[in-house]
């Protein structure tokens, strides 16, 4: 690993830990004064987020995790084609990178075919970056890598000015669904605008399908969906000192099969304040919180997405039960 890339590293990643937390207060108390009540969902993922997370991916309903892990394990050699420039050196950038189970199978066949490449992976949590560090150096030992850790496209940014190189920027786990379409548009955009003519992505989308199998994704009877969104509130109490009652929510989840919206939502069960960091914040019975969007995209969704942001569709990888898809475009 290169010594700049190191140094990068370390003061992305003390800056983020600053600004973080000065961000984490302001969009909390603006997204509860606004109408109708919303907070982020970004903000999910501390140390018990990111656990519920994984207990969600290992959930028999939810099929996102492992239509994309079969795409990853078995059709490896299809990304590759899409992405190798020929004998040309290029970096990988991953945006939230998670654990890096998906992305290892991708890594592990470039590295045994010999392809000239580095990989960067970008992720909000510090600990799923451990977690990511351990399991790629054990399954691809000798990997030139450089973690970052902070909001995407600062470090895309960041990346993009240390590597020189041809790039592919993969977003996986149909992460890009957690943005509402305009934004995710924008995404693909500014995206487009921060790379160079040639450069290529690697976007998992999560398609439209069965409303039933999607509803029961987010719906779980177990309750470990529920739990990830009320760990908010929990996070909030303890780094804001606030004093909510977790207790007085509950976890709600619509989708709508017309749009492709898939939405979580905390309800409260009773008329209540809530006091954070000094400001007073009014529920009615009743009264939601906005908490999550995850889009479901049809084909044609995604192929306008392209068109509009200014990329040329390369290539497309899906799983056998056509649940999701992994698409490769190229910066026009
Ligand atoms: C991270 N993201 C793609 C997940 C999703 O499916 O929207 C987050 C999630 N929320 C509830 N379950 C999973």
Not at 29 to 57: C, E, H, T, W
Not at 138 to 158: R, T
Not at 305 to 314: H, I
Request: with cysteine; net charge negative.
């Amino acid at each position: 690993m290169e010594v700049g890339f190191n140094r990068l590293m370390v003061a992305g990643f003390h800056k983020e830990k600053t600004s973080a937390a000065r961000s984490f207060r302001q969009d909390v108390i603006n997204g509860l004064k606004s109408v109708p009540k919303r907070l982020q969902s970004k903000y999910f993922y501390d140390d018990a987020g990111d656990r519920l997370f994984q207990d969600i991916m290992a959930m028999p309903e939810y099929y996102l995790t492992d239509a994309e892990l079969e795409i990853f394990r078995d059709k490896t050699a299809l990304l590759s084609q899409g992405i190798c420039f020929e004998d040309t050196a290029f970096d990988l950038i991953e945006l939230g990178a998670g654990d890096g189970v998906k992305s290892r199978h991708l890594l592990q066949h470039l590295s045994d075919t010999g392809a000239d490449f580095r990989y960067m992976p970008v992720d909000i949590s510090g600990n799923i970056l451990d977690i990511l560090r351990e399991n790629i150096e054990e399954a691809v030992p000798g990997l030139e890598m450089m973690c970052l850790q902070g909001e995407y496209f600062e470090m895309l940014e960041q990346a993009c000015a240390a590597s020189g190189r041809q790039k592919v920027v993969m977003i996986l786990g149909g992460n890009i669904g957690n943005m509402e379409k305009k934004d995710s548009y924008e995404f693909c955009l500014k995206i487009r605008q921060i790379l160079s003519p040639g450069d290529r992505v690697i976007i998992g989308f999560d398609l439209k399908k069965d409303p039933f199998i999607i509803l029961g994704a987010y719906n779980d009877p177990s309750g470990i969906t529920a739990a990830f969104n009320l760990n908010l509130l929990t996070r909030i109490n303890r780094e804001l000192d606030a004093g909510i009652d977790v207790a007085g929510f509950q976890h709600y989840q619509t989708y709508d099969p017309l749009s492709g919206a898939c939405r979580s939502f905390l309800v409260s069960t009773r008329a209540q304040d809530i006091e954070i960091d000094g400001e007073t914040i009014s529920f009615e019975k009743g009264e939601s919180i906005y908490m999550e969007i995850s889009q479901k995209f049809s084909r044609s969704d995604i192929a306008i997405l392209a068109l509009k942001s200014g990329f040329v569709p390369v290539s497309e990888v899906m799983d056998s039960e056509q649940y999701f898809v992994d698409v490769i475009w190229q910066v026009a």
